[in-house]
């Protein structure tokens, strides 16, 4: 009652973040906090992080939250984005069947898993959505060797998804699917999947947010944006972004700049 | 007081629709006083003929006048009723009520004038039941209260009985006789010679699109002048 | 089975949220319902009375308008609004005035080519009565408007009935937004893909219940009408 009367008072901002910040549940952990201490409501759009930064490209939000360090150092250098901002990580997991048809379950090494997956041609589900998670696996295959455009055979599966939709679509067919660790942790139809492989430096998952750049866009709130990037990467910020627990395990670990 | 819209003047009249004449070099006056029957067979071109004096169709060729213009005062002046009654999906009542809206009569006046209406054709007990679950002669009552709510000075009827049985065809019959009485003049199509002898005082014989004769009723049935009348009379025996 | 009541149960559950996504839902779709019918109604008795060249090729369009796909409106709809495009001024994007915009454009052709149908047949009874008694142009309309309100009220539930059950429209130009752009539809098609299936079916059916009530209440009122005026 009193977030939605302060919230009244200071306004809103629009957000364009990603689907696994939304299907994780940080969102919802993390959002009322700011709100109660800023009176500001924040407005999530959860997208793919290639739409997202397009939606801030053309100027209808005022920060953009995802993980593709690359997409977003981009953006900043175009000069779409003000400033880019280290927030927190997760990493990726490769989630499979329990049955293991190509052998990876246990391992460490998710590049060779790759190149094992690929040689057995068991399926292989990919989001093709341009997202962070997307682009992620698109690395690997690249540092396994594999040219997908020469090599996609029936087994790679490139479905144009979400990963909520992507994690269904693998639970269905049985296939090996590329996934962050906060959207699998909430996914509630497993139907037969489990983590194949995890640990592998490669998975890391950051998470950047950035200011739309008002030069270009004269409507971005950025004072309001600011107060809410401000708000991401100081201690109390970062401490709600630790505290959030999924069957008592943290999802996302802050790593903003100190 | 307002001069008379009659004579109805046609002059050289023609009516084609898709390529095919209907009507054809009608030439006649329309006078005030005597009932006028439009006689003549089924597809003889009675009900085009009437839409045209009445002014839904527009003459293809030819002119329609009346004897003072002004389309507004017109539609209330002269009125008609059809072989099958459209009534709105509102009460009797509320019919007539609509006519005399668009009449341009005052708001706090029309409700009285439409019960008297109602009254003179003997509808009174029925004007708050929807006008479409009355019977067919009672809907063609209203058809005639609507009509009569204006005090038109010219009636077209267009087989006004047509679809009725005899009893209601009398029912109306008596009421288009009242409003002859009092004044109206009456212009009505049919087919049937026993009420164009019990209405009528002239006879406008069509044939096939055309005038082909005019006549006062009795002269009409005493001695029809053409073959075709003849031979029309003589195919449509009077049974009432 | 056990599904559908799990999943009812857990919808329950979500009291003041899946109220207010509820009432989001009904104030998005039936308002654009009745912008599109404020609209949609005179332009199907315009096309019904008036003749003009090229109304043929009018009416065949939009005919065809009705099938058009929700996503595709909703990325027009989106260009249009966006900072970005020409309607960006407003700043309706991801707000629910865009989804009221995008489902009236999808439900106006639907509204007038049903409308247009019904007053064409209606206008074909009562044309001569209402001209002879000397109703014309947009009287004529209104009375012909009026008298086919029960044809014309299955026309704007048809309308309804795709405003409730699109998705395509309103995820793009509302952007599914936590507690202010979410509805019914968006919500099952979060919840899918979230995996939760259960609760996704238990919102259908909350949907599905929803829009039966509606059509439920339509159809009395239409006859208690019916009953009264014929």
Redesign the interface.
Known sequence: MGVALAAALAGFI?VAST?ST??SGL??HLLPLFTAQSGIEV?????GTGQALDIG????ADVVFVHARPLEEKFIAEGEGVQRFDVMYNDFVLVGPSSDPAGVAGTKDVVAAFRKIHSARVPFVSRGDKSGTHFAELEIWKLAGIDLAKDKGPWYRDTG?????A??TA?GMGAYVLADRG?WL?????AGLAIAVQGDQRLFNPYGVMLVNPAR?A?VKKELGQAFIDWLISPPGQKAIADYKVGGEQLFFPNAAK | MSASILPLVLDNVGYASNGQAIIGGVSLAIEAGASTIILGANGAGKSVLM?LM?G?LEPTSGSVKWSETGH?SL??RQ??V?QR??M????ALANVV??LE??GVEAGEREAQARGALAEVGLQHLAER????LSGGEQQRLALA?AWALHPEVLFLDEPTANLDPTAAREIETVIKAFDAAGTKIVMATHNLGQARRLGDEVIYVHGGRVVERASIDQFFARPATAEAAAFMKGELPWV | MSAIAEGLRRVFQLDIELWHIVVLSLEVSLSAVLLATLVGLPLGALLAVKRFSGRRGVIVVLNALMGLPPVVVGLVVYLML????PL?EL?L??TPGAMIVAQTVLVLPIIAALARQALEDAWR??E??L?????EGV?AAL?LI??A?FSLITAVLAGLGRASAEVGAVMIVG????G?TRVMTTAIA?E??????PLALGLGFILIAIVLALNAAAQLIKEAAQR???
């Open positions: 629009t689907t939304e299907q969102l919802r407005r999530v759009v959860a997208v490209r053309r100027g209808d998804q979400g990963m909520g939709p994690l269904n639970a959207t909430s996914f509630r139809n497993r866009h409507n | 839409r009445h839904l507004a539609r209330r009125a008609m059809f009654p459209v709105l999906r509102r009460s609509y006519a668009l009449a929807p006008a479409r679950v609507r | 966006s900072r970005a495009g960006g700043g994007l991801f009874e009562y001569e009565q001209r002879s008694l000397g109703a009287k009375t009026w008298d309100r952007g599914n937004i936590d202010v979060l899918t893909s979230k995996g939760d299936l009264r005026f014929g």
